[in-house]
């Protein structure tokens, strides 16, 4: 409809079109899903490079990668499917599948009724699956979850039985992000053995210090937010840390020599951070400082090494240039990165800053069973051709999410 139209039109002829278009959409839905277990089936892996069909969806579709897994999760309920060893696997709710055909169903309804499918006995899903699909006809998915409730609760009294299993894993759940702002944020929850080891050590650091100079006037929010740095600074300088890509657990500062010279202007911090050129320069006084020549693009020319092996100076080379996986839409840091030949070592590539793009495992690993292809374009950056099925043409993409050098021209 042009926008007259729909001036124009009277409101039961809107409401009509819009049913149409969604039952259209809902139809369209239903026949991806069965397309993607299809390809699940005949082999994703074989037939497009990928490890699984979400990961092959969130290219093909432009999906974030929760939509993509949520879209195959549902089809695999709707639609027969085989087990590693070629079994037939029948499919959860059959009769679903050709409504949801039809466009007679949403996405939450779908759910709904797949939900209280799982938890009845398989002697009663057929019956039950009919009478919520009628019911569904005239109500919505609430009101179909609260039927398929009451169904449940007189199918199934006591619920699930437990299934007999080793004891639970420690509840433990730890998120750090960072804010455009530049602060952290962190959140997280414990079983109570760890809650109490982490609440004795940051006890032990958030103590008040008075000194010569007064008072400790810290509040206890910033006593204990200075106790986390200071265990974090003890962590790292354990013998006991665990290496990362080959070198211990360190956070990359990238600074023009000027600015470090005079304390004016900002420095990168690690992979997304900022800090002042003057808290760079007393970071100096006790690190290890490698001095790093760039071109007019920022690119590195020449890094200066701490030893006489050449692969950290490379890495360290890497890090500047690409600033985390080059694979365009990824936002891996270096620390989860490795270097990839773009001409095969075993093909006689040379292991030099213009034959390397740092990866992470994940695109790496695609690289080599995908029809992706990486090069180093004119201006000394990677840059990605896409497979034909994904892009006719083959244009060439780059990743534009990591944030840039700080003295880049």
Known sequence: MTTNAVWNAEPEALADRLGELFAEIRSREAEIGAILVGIEQRGVMEMFGYRSVARFLEHLADLPRQAAEVLVKRARQLHPGLALDGTPIPPLAPEVASV??????????IDTIVTVL????????????QDLLSFAADAGHKQVATLGARILAHLVPDGQEPAETEPARPDRELSLRRKRSGVWELHGRFDDETGTRASAVLDALAQRRSTDEGPDLRSPLERYGDAFSDAMDLAANSPELPMQAGERAHVMVAISLEDLKTGIGKALLGDTGTISAAEARLHACDCMVIPAVLGSHSEPLDVGRLRRLVPPGIRRALYLRDRGCAFPGCHRPPRHCQGHHIRHWSE???????NLVLMCAHHHRLLHRSGWDVRIAADGLPE???PVWLDRRRKPRRNNLHEPLPFAA
């Open 100 to 109: 949801a055909r039809e466009g007679r169903l949403s996405d939450p309804m």
């Open 118 to 129: 799982r938890d009845v006995p398989p002697e009663h899903r057929d019956r039950v699956e």
């Open 348 to 354: 006689g590539g040379p292991t030099e800053l213009g």
């Open 384 to 386: 990605f051709l896409p």
